[in-house]
């Protein structure tokens, strides 16, 4: 009878909160989980497949990408400054990102999320912010006020005895007299005064059946006769021994998932006494556990309040090519009337936190993305035409006089060698060669298949400077000799200690000067630029041992898909390899460097440090820093430190606001990086 799956729906799951004599603390648990409410929810998660698959893609999507600051016209400097830095150092380890990463998965599976606030000497400020598992806290009894000043934390509240809970203040900024504390807080729960419970709880029954069933099947597969047949013996009652002896032979051979397939071979002169063996079987049981499965699944989806379970990474029968539009709308549905709630709980919990700090600017989640595109572009442009694809897009039709830009040369890439893009057949070689500038292919070897380069050798397709090709096109000649007079090489002994997108970096904004300045600095302006040679924003220490420099390096957004050639600009600035000081890449917007892309197509010169290639360009500026030494010396400075200032301080820059289109490529920007729509 062991094996008989039965599940009492009559259990009851929902926390029972009561205060114990001799305790300080306020126990939380069920009456199969004494204490443990908290711990009887994680070993749901585990248990049951499909509430966990809830939680996991609630938790991401609550989380989202990151954490940022709204720009606002009238903000304060000094207080930018100091939230960015906040935000990228919640404590010595983590981000404040990474800290809400693990809020947020407390706060859908628990209903409630906790955090160790750490205040400085001075108690005027929070210096560090700690995720502390809710599993491991307990409220303590209420004050004569009825409120809780203190929390208990235990690594284990299953062995106090091992693991005794120690006494945590609670946060309140108006006491802080205790230099760290707890802040423990989640959604609101009927009748619960002190703790908080999941959103999900009306459903926890229902993902004891789902772990009920699954123990069961296991319990089958690892014992398969058991409560599957009976065996019957005729020739006489054996004795105790021999009952127990015949029982272990018969669970030896033929018990478990590695016996089956095995078949019973008896031996009998006596037709009467020969064993028999009975099936013992359930009408229909295939169909009574698919639809038990499939009532379970439908009742935690409603319990998480999930509309559709594809948006969970559970399937269906109709698939994703069949429900893009409900997926699409789910999301949406999801995101506003049950994620939002989640996020407001949080952001509203840091303003508190920021307000003490005198940091309280408005902080948004940066969403995850919706699927949002059933088809590919390639599909797209088969079966619907310019102007339909434009009226989808809210875009008006092209004028009589307008046009959109096509790329004629279709080229399949095999992959990347030294760099540089590798292809199938030699005319797709040839093909790519024109358009950065050289002629003739080359052979490599990529995987044991013979694949092809550009250019009539090597050297030439990493160095464009040593081809001998005929050029004409004015625009490559005055880009290559830009490149040759500007472009600089990394030398060995620099080292790399931070790279980032140039996001919100002002073109007059001084980078170097500022870390440089942050370090208490001073500053040696050059001459002439020439390759390798001290940028006006390389800075140097008094003891003119360590100095910083900051190079920035054209770069491709691989996230967005690109069919046909690469024009000549884009092919010459990657395959160059080169760094750039942001003087360099500023004068390059007074020369002819890449014609034709310029406002109205009818304008030489433009600005590269914007608009990079010009409209529809899938690439952008990649800003690195180095730190190098002048006599082999290195000097006890600190970077990391210096750097998140200085970034936060680029983009709190107070001129002109068109810094934030040097992190996009034009492709990303309004009308694809062109003035008006096409």
């Known amino acids: 009878m062991e094996n008989i799956l039965s599940i009492n729906l009559e259990t009851s799951t929902a926390p029972v909160v009561q205060e114990v004599r001799g305790r300080d603390y306020i126990e939380y648990g069920t009456e199969d989980w004494k204490n443990l409410y908290p711990q009887f929810l994680i070993d749901l998660y585990y248990s049951s497949s499909t509430h966990a698959a809830i939680i996991n893609q609630t938790a991401e999507i609550i989380a989202g990408e990151d954490l940022v600051c709204e720009e606002e016209d009238a903000i304060n400097l000094e207080t930018f400054v100091k939230l960015k830095k906040f935000l990228r150092h919640a404590n010595s380890n983590e981000s404040l990102h990474q800290v809400i990463k693990k809020v947020a998965f407390d706060f859908k599976l628990q209903g409630a999320y906790a955090l160790h606030i750490v205040w400085n000497r001075e108690r005027t400020e929070i210096v560090e912010l700690y995720h502390v598992p809710v599993e491991r806290v307990r409220a303590g009894r209420p004050n004569e006020l009825g409120q809780i000043d203190t929390y208990f934390i235990s690594a284990d509240w299953a062995n106090t005895r091992t693991n005794k809970p120690y006494p945590v203040a609670a946060f309140n900024v108006n006491d802080r007299t205790s230099g760290s504390q707890l802040l423990y807080t989640g959604a609101y729960s009927p009748n619960m005064d002190v703790y908080h419970t999941p959103d999900y709880i009306a459903g926890c029954n229902w993902a004891l059946v789902d772990q009920r069933v699954a123990e069961f099947h296991l319990n089958n597969i690892e014992n398969g006769f058991s409560g599957s047949y009976f065996i019957s013996f005729a020739n006489g009652i054996p004795t105790q021994e021999e009952r127990r002896q015949i029982e272990q032979s018969l669970t030896d051979k033929f018990v478990g998932a590695a016996n089956s397939g095995k078949f019973i071979l008896t031996f009998s002169d006596d037709k009467t006494r020969t064993p028999e063996i009975t099936p013992i079987s359930v009408s229909d049981a295939d169909k009574q556990y698919l639809a038990l499965q499939e009532l379970l699944v439908?009742?935690?989806?409603?319990?998480?309040?999930?509309t559709s379970k594809t948006l969970m990474g559970i399937d269906t029968n109709n698939g994703f090519t069949s429900n893009a539009d409900e997926l699409i709308n789910a999301a949406n549905f999801y995101q506003n009337t049950v994620v939002r709630g989640f996020q407001l709980n949080i952001l509203n919990t840091l303003?508190?936190?920021?307000?003490?700090?005198?940091?309280?600017?408005?902080?948004?989640?940066?969403?995850?993305?919706?699927?949002?595109?059933?088809?590919?572009?390639?599909?797209?442009?088969?079966?619907?035409?310019?102007?339909?694809?434009?009226?989808?897009?809210?875009?008006e039709p092209l004028g009589e006089d307008e046009d959109t830009v096509e790329q004629d040369v279709k080229l399949s890439k095999a992959g990347m060698i030294d760099g540089q893009p590798v292809f199938t057949t030699i005319e797709e070689a040839e093909a790519h060669a024109k358009t950065i500038g050289c002629e003739g292919y080359h052979e490599h070897d990529l995987e044991g298949q013979t694949v092809y380069m550009a250019c009539k050798d090597h050297s030439e397709a990493t160095d464009l400077k040593k081809c001998d090709c005929k050029k004409t096109d004015n625009d490559f000649t005055e880009l290559e000799s830009f490149i040759a007079d500007f472009g600089e090489d990394i030398p060995e002994d620099w080292e790399l200690i931070d790279e980032e997108i140039v996001d919100g970096e002002h073109q007059d904004f001084n980078y170097e000067a500022e870390l440089n300045s942050y370090n208490k600095t001073e500053l040696a302006s050059t001459g002439t630029a020439r390759p390798n040679a001290r940028s006006e924003q390389d800075g140097t220490n008094k003891s003119d041992n360590d100095f910083y420099k900051v190079r920035y390096v054209y770069t491709k957004d691989n996230f967005l898909s690109q069919e046909g050639s690469t024009r000549d600009f884009c092919s010459k600035m990657m395959s160059a390899r080169k760094v750039y000081r942001k003087e360099d890449i500023l004068q390059m917007g007074s020369r002819p460097v890449n014609k034709g892309w310029g406002p109205k197509g009818n304008s030489a010169t433009y600005s590269i440090w914007l608009y990079k290639g010009g409209g529809n360009c899938h690439h952008f500026w990649l800003r690195q820093i180095y730190k190098t030494s002048l006599r082999g010396a290195k000097s006890n400075i600190k970077p990391s430190e210096a750097i998140s200032y200085t970034k936060a301080l680029s983009e709190g820059f107070t001129a002109e606001r068109n810094d934030k289109l040097v992190a996009k490529p034009p492709k990303r920007m309004k009308n694809n990086g062109f003035l008006k729509p096409r």
């Open 351 to 395: 303003q508190t936190i920021f307000s003490v700090n005198n940091i309280d600017l408005p902080v948004e989640f940066v969403q995850l993305k919706p699927i949002t595109v059933q088809f590919d572009s390639k599909t797209i442009r088969e079966v619907m035409t310019i102007d339909e694809i434009r009226s989808d897009l809210g875009l």
């Open 298 to 306: 439908s009742n935690i989806c409603a319990a998480h309040r999930i």
